[in-house]
């Protein structure tokens, strides 16, 4: 056997896979359970009472420059991070406060706090 | 962790900003097609009477290349240039800040571990070359009197790789489940640590505990036999020893260079380590994984921990069971089968390593050039590179990027297919060629498919 020969099938199944893939980029990005979709924002709250936070590593999809609304809901003050490139830091006080993400570019962006380590969102950009 | 430090905040995750999106559906789906469809075609259609052989395959480089690449002048160049980079390195993990923008963290995890990938595809045993554990042993030894290469005692063989794959898990675990794996101080330390052992082993056995025993340069010449750069051996070695003189210097297709794999003892747990942690590492981003090992009231640790020798585990524990459930002759027994066939993962490991860590070494290898400029964190630009602009092309087009890792997936797949068939129809006795070879191929398929559906669903 000659690698051609191998070569043919394969070509074949991705140039397949390739125009499955063309019509993808067009979806809208929709908004997973406990984010809610709002006109151009995507709306998600965080609750954190001492220790414990909510919601935990949960998938949230986001548009590419779209707006995240992130009301955080604290009894103390503390600081999100955000790990895009470059990373951005949420500073928040007790109590509600409402705070405005974007992320410029697709991938998965973890949204964590630290001390203690919890990741609570994932945000899917695409 | 003490929170924030100067100039980056330390990271509870490991290294890098934002992850690759999962790929989508139909591509991961036509992947595993791919991989099917690739498989039975080689049973079906592939040569019936082994290819390759150590002894005689591969072309004669022109006489000009092999003085060139066997020249002692190319030797220490490469020789100088780990010892620059090391030093250099080291003075930043050593004097430098404990921050994210230490330029050792980067060097570590993404030039060294990542990047020793692409060189060896491209260079050869190209970690052999430039290791500065190698050449501080080979200093040493010249100083020292000691015949070039030898220790005190040869190489117990029965050892083989397993140092090497013990020294893998170390790394694997620091990177991927130690919770402080961006400080300096738990990754300086396991560096020091690293470097100890290498002096110490390769005074007590010579360079040969170097070639079996240093993580990185088991690696890197494992890749390496993906490379065209191959040794015709003039002799057969003296166990234990290192070959006496280079051998000719030939060009081989990588599927040829790749059955010159010499298995030894541990070969399979090397595979194992390294397949198994680059699929954990996709599986521990996972929301359910994540969601699991955040609702335990305990550190992550322990879940990742064993999660990682799961992996590892797993994929060695089914190279085994698939090698060796097969008809085999009196010539070979059927113990001695899984490290005669571990070499054919090797090519579906390297497939799954550019599609896991393209964009990571692409991205954030250009982040370190530009913190390499700057290693103490004072602001300096010595190389020039402190101003780069970084060039986010790759994670700006998804798409390009998930059909780059479809693809890497199959063909890495299609070369690890043939390399194992080519083995079996020389080991196996005829009358098992066929059946014999269907439970390797049914747990590379898996292999490949389980790394395409990571790849999905992380």
Redesign the interface.
Known sequence: ?R?S??AA??AL??A???T???S??ADPPSSSQGATQDGDTVAVTVTREGDEFTP????VELGVDQTLVLTIESDEAGEL?V?????Q?IAYDAGTSEHELV?D??????V?S??P???LL?L??? | MTGLSVGGSISAHGLGGAKDLPIPSELAIAGAVAALVISFTVLAIAWREPRYDAATSGRPAPEWLDRLVSSPGLAITGRVFGMVVFLYVGAAAVLGKDSLINPFLGTFYVLLWVGLVPASLLLGPFFKAISPARTISMLFAKISGVPAGEGLRPYPERLGYWPAAVGLFAFVWLELVYPSSTALGPVRLWCAAYLGIMLIGSAVWGTTFLARADPFEVYSSLVAKLSIWGRREPFETVAGRPPQGKGQLVLRSPLANLDTVVARPGLVAVVGVLFGSTAFDSFRESTPWLKLVQSLSASRILPDTVALIAFSAGVAIVLTIATMATGVTSDTPRRALPSLFAHSVVPIIVGYIVAHYLTYLVEYGQRTLVQLSDPFSRGDNYLGTADLQINYWLSEHPTFLAVTKVVAVALGHVVGVVAAHDRAIRLLPRRHQLTGQLPLLVAMVGFTVGGLYLLFAA
């Open positions: 056997m690698l020969t191998l099938p394969l199944v991705l397949m896979s390739l499955a893939c063309g993808d980029d935990n590593g949960e998938r991070h790990h895009s490139t470059p990373e830091e992320i570019r697709p991938g998965v962006v973890e964590e630290h001390e380590d919890v990741v994932q899917e950009v695409r």
